[in-house]
């Protein structure tokens, strides 16, 4: 027996010898934000519920979320639902790999340039994410909240796919973009690593 087979037939036995493992599916899902009690007696939260599908569970009302304090159970007085936007970091780390065209000549690149391109044009007039682009070797903008001008810096960017050497500085950069403070409480955090 090959060691990659042992491996797999001793992941099918550990996979059934725990029934149902990796097969329960929950209802929603919630994360709630640190609570905010600057202005006591109020004390303000964050609650974001998805549903089993991952979309956002939008018009809950205040009966349908109860807060436990001292094991006793609490209505909450106000609930608003709000788009906090979301701090969103793309880091492209280029090599010779990007620089391979298809049948129509068009480089894996430009083909990645340019889904950027549409998704951040779709973007356009929105200015509740705080949005930041690291090419390596290449240009850089951080903490934009117009898509423009992040699409601008994309454009403008020249990138030497053939000659660039790959490398986890724009990995590092990104981690610690996407780690300073957020313009909104409640805005998500998210880096976009393409190598």
Known sequence: MTNPLLFFCILLIILFSFPGFGVAQREF????????????????????????????????????????????????AEITETKPGFQFVVAINPGPSFAIRNSQAISRYDLISQSLKDWAKSRIGSDI???????????????????????????????????????????FRAVTIVNDATPRPGMERSILFIT
């Open 29 to 76: 899902s919630a994360k709630i934000s640190l609570p905010d009690d600057s202005e006591f007696p109020t004390i303000e939260f964050f609650l974001d519920v998805h549903d089993q599908n991952g979309g956002f569970v939008h018009n809950l009302s205040e009966n349908q979320i109860k807060i436990l304090e001292n094991d006793v159970a609490l209505t909450a």
């Open 129 to 171: 994410d705080d949005l930041s682009l690291i090419i390596n070797n290449g240009p850089e903008v951080s903490h934009v909240k117009e898509p423009d001008q992040w699409l601008q810096t994309l454009e403008n960017a020249e990138v030497d796919s053939r000659n660039a050497i790959p490398n986890l500085d724009g990995l």
